[in-house]
C-alpha cells in the first residue's frame, strides 16, 4: 500500500509515543513511525506489553500498529524517507554549568537536529513537540540551514497539551491544537500541512495557529498557570488546618466562580510530573535571561510553595506522631505522581519518601503501577524500604498510612480490615483528600487530611 505522506516521529517516549499511535489511528492514509535512541524502548513498543501505562494506550497501539504504525530503532533511515519529522525528545533541567538547576538541556534536541540536517535528502517540515525555552525554534534553523544545502526545512511549534493518564481522552478530544509557524509563505503552508493532519479528527475551529514564539511561550505559561491553581489552593490549605476552615469547601465557593473554574483546585500533598516544575524554572530562568526580576520571583513562587508543601506534610506526620518518626512503620499508599500512571518523575512521594527516611522511619511501599519506577527512584536511599503490592498486606504492623496517589482503588478498600492488623494508635495522612474520613475516624483511626480539622481520639 502506498501511503499519502510518511510522518516520523524522534523519541518514544510518553508523548512521543502516545501522540503518534493516535494520530496512525485516525489517518490510516498517513504513515507513522516512531524511532528512539533506546533499542529497549523500542523493543517495548513491538511487544505486548507497552513500555508506559496509559488507560486506552494498548487498544490503540494494537489496532493500528504493523499497519501504519512502526516503531524502530532505524533513525537516519526514517529521516531520508519522511516530510515530517515531529522531535519530542526530552529536555531535562540542565545539571551542570550556565543554568544549572534551571535551563532545559538541550543537548538531545541539538544532536537530534544535526541528525535531522545530516540525513535529509528532500525538504522536511520538523515539528517541535518537546516542550522547549522560547527561541529554540530558532536555533533549530540555525543549525538546519548551516551548511547551506538545497535542502528547505520549515520548523513549527506544536506544543502537547495531554496529561498523563488520560493521555488518549486529551489526545482524541483535546480542548485545542496550537501551532506555531514562521510568517513566510513556506511557513504558513506548513503550517497548513499539518492542520491537515489534525483535521483528520478535530473541529477546524479547535485548531489555532500562531506565530511561533507565542506558541512556543504559550506550553510554558499553560503550565505554569496550572501549576499556579494547585499551588494557590495548597497554600490556602495550610490557612485552613489553622483556621478551623475546609479547604474543600473554600475550594467549591470559590471554584464556582466561572472566571476561576472548579478544576485544578484540589489541594495535595503537592503537584509532581515531569512537566511543571521544570517549565515553570524555564520560565523564571526566561525572565531572569531578560531582566525581569519581579516576573522570575512571582513564577518562581509557585515551585516554592510546592516545596513547602511536602515538607508541611512530613512535619505534619511527625507532629501528629509525637514528634518522632523513628523506627515507626509508615505505609505509602502510591509512589506515580497521579492516579492512572505508573510515572513517577518528580512525585511528590520521592521527597516524601527521603524526608522519612531521614527521620529515620521504616517504609512500606504499595501502588498498583508504580512500584519498578519507585525503587529505581530510591535505589541506594539509606534506609529500610520493603516493596509490597497489596495495601492490605502493606500496611499490616504499621503505626500510620500516609496517601501519596490519589488512586480509586485506595478508597474502595475496606479499612477495618486494615486498621484491624495496624499497629496501636493507628494513624492516617491523606494526602490527596480521596479517602471518607468521617468513617476512618469512626472505625479508630486517627485521622489528618490537608487542609481540615484533623479527627483524633486523643
Ligand atoms: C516529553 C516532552 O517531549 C518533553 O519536552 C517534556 O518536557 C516532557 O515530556 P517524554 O515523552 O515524557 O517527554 O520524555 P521521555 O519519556 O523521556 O521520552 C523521550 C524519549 O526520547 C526517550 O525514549 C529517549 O530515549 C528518546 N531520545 C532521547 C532519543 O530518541 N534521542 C535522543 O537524542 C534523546
Ligand atoms: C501536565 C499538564 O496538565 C498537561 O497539559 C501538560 O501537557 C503536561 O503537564 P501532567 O503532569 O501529566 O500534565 O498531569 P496533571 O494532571 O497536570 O497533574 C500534575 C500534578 O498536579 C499531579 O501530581 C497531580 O496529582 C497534581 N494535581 C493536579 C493536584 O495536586 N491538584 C489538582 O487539583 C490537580
Given amino acids: ?32 513511525t516512531v524511532v528512539d535512541i533506546n533499542p529497549t524502548r523500542i523493543a517495548e513498543w513491538n511487544s505486548d506489553d507497552l513500555p508506559i501505562y496509559e488507560p486506552g494506550l494498548d487498544e490503540v497501539v494494537k489496532a493500528v ?27 531535562p533541567t540542565k545539571t551542570f554549568g550556565a543554568g544549572a538547576g534551571m535551563a532545559a538541556d538541550l543537548q538531545y534536541w541539538e544532536k537530534t537536529a544535526r541528525q535531522i540536517l545530516q540525513n535529509s535528502e528532500s525538504n522536511k517540515i520538523i515539528v517541535e513537540k518537546s516542550t522547549l525555552p522560547v527561541k529554540t525554534a530558532l536555533a533549530m534553523e540555525r543549525i538546519l540551514t548551516s551548511t547551506g544545502n538545497e535542502v528547505r526545512f520549515d520548523v513549527l511549534s506544536n506544543p502537547e497539551f495531554l496529561a ?69 489552593i495548597n497554600a490556602i490549605s495550610a490557612l485552613c488546618e489553622k483556621a478551623d476552615a475546609d479547604v474543600t469547601e473554600v475550594a467549591r465557593a470559590v471554584g464556582m466562580d466561572s472566571r476561576l473554574g472548579s478544576k485544578f483546585l484540589n489541594a495535595s500533598v503537592g503537584f509532581g510530573g515531569s512537566c511543571f516544575k521544570k517549565d515553570i524554572l524555564n520560565l523564571v530562568y526566561l525572565c531572569r535571561y531578560y531582566g525581569l526580576e519581579e516576573v522570575a520571583d512571582y513564577w518562581h513562587g509557585v515551585v516554592g510553595i510546592n516545596d513547602y508543601q511536602k515538607e508541611r506534610f512530613v512535619l505534619n506526620m511527625m507532629n501528629a ?43 512500606v511501599i504499595t501502588d498498583p503501577k508504580a ?25 499490616a504492623g504499621c503505626d500510620a498510612i500516609a496517601v501519596m496517589t490519589e488512586w480509586n482503588l485506595y478508597a474502595q478498600l475496606d479499612f477495618e480490615k486494615s486498621y484491624s492488623s495496624m499497629v496501636k494508635p493507628a494513624f492516617l495522612f491523606d494526602g490527596r483528600n480521596i479517602l471518607d474520613h468521617k468513617r476512618l475516624y469512626e472505625i479508630g483511626f486517627n485521622v489528618f487530611p490537608i487542609g481540615k480539622p484533623p479527627m483524633t481520639h486523643f
Fill in 371 to 395: 512500584l519498578d519506577n519507585a525503587k529505581t527512584d530510591l535505589d541506594g536511599v539509606v534506609g529500610k524500604i520493603s516493596y509490597i503490592n497489596d495495601p492490605y498486606e502493606a500496611s
Fill in 164 to 232: 498523563e493518564g488520560t493521555a488518549i481522552k486529551d489526545l482524541e478530544n483535546p480542548d485545542r491544537v496550537l501551532i506555531g509557524s514562521r510568517e513566510t509563505p513556506s511557513g504558513l503552508k506548513a503550517r497548513d500541512e499539518l492542520v491537515e493532519i489534525y483535521a483528520n479528527w478535530m473541529p477546524k475551529d479547535r485548531i489555532i495557529t500562531s506565530n511561533i514564539w507565542s506558541s512556543e511561550l504559550s506550553k510554558l505559561v499553560s503550565n505554569a498557570f496550572l501549576a499556579q491553581k494547585i499551588s494557590s
Fill in 1 to 32: 500500500m502506498t501511503f499519502k505522506k510518511n510522518i516520523l516521529c524522534i523519541g518514544a517516549g510518553y508523548v512521543g509515543g502516545p501522540t503518534m499511535a493516535m494520530i496512525a489511528h485516525k489517518c490510516p492514509q498517513y504513515k507513522v
Fill in 321 to 363: 506522631m509525637f514528634n518522632t518518626l523513628a523506627g515507626k512503620k509508615i505505609c505509602l499508599f502510591g509512589f506515580a505522581f497521579k492516579a492512572d500512571t505508573g510515572d513517577t518523575r518528580e512525585s511528590p512521594a520521592i521527597f516524601i519518601s527521603k524526608r522519612l527516611l531521614e527521620e529515620r522511619a521504616e517504609l
Fill in 65 to 91: 500498529r504493523g499497519k501504519n504504525l512502526f516503531f524502530s530503532t532505524e533513525i537516519e533511515k526514517g529521516i531520508r524517507e519522511s516530510e515530517i519529522i515531529f522531535v519530542s525528545v526530552n529536555t
